[in-house]
């Protein structure tokens, strides 16, 4: 008798095993397009302060107003500033960045933001930066990429050319 009940009782323990299986099985689901997934994971400092970068931007940045491009200077320097100081590297820009756009409710607004941002630097990185920090009210801006002879930062461009601009 005991060998019975004992049976049964494997028996049960067997099927109960088998149902949670199949129920995992269920919620398994399949991938169609991976480059549509974005990771979740926790950003290192370095990251952190990139993201910040982009979430300023996303946040104060004025695009159509009145003094827009005067306004976009401190983010544009800001950038130029982070991306000679920054160790970031090149996949985490990337990454960082898929994973901001991701978030966003209006892609297009910050899209234009960062389009007036570019513009921006590109002035700030020729001979009107002088003329457009004074204008700005910035004239006081540490511009430390001016000592650089043909400043050229290849993050920037990584940047810009992730948003297709």
Sequence with gaps: ?????????????GITLVACTKEVKEDVYEI????????NYEMN???M???????DINENC???????SLKAVPFAA???NWSMGSEINDDQIKTVLDNFVSKLE????????????KATINSLLSDDCDELLEESGNAD??????DVENFDNPRIDIVFNQLGL
């Design 1 to 13: 008798m005991k060998k019975i009940l004992s049976l049964a009782l494997v028996l049960a323990m």
């Design 32 to 39: 169609e397009n991976e480059e549509d997934v974005v990771i």
């Design 45 to 47: 400092e370095i990251e």
């Design 49 to 55: 302060e990139y993201y910040n970068i982009l979430k």
């Design 62 to 68: 004025e695009v159509g107003t009145a003094g827009s």
């Design 78 to 80: 800001t950038i130029i």
């Design 106 to 117: 209006d892609k297009d607004e910050f899209l234009d933001q960062m389009s007036l941002v």
């Design 141 to 146: 801006m540490q511009t430390p990429w001016r």
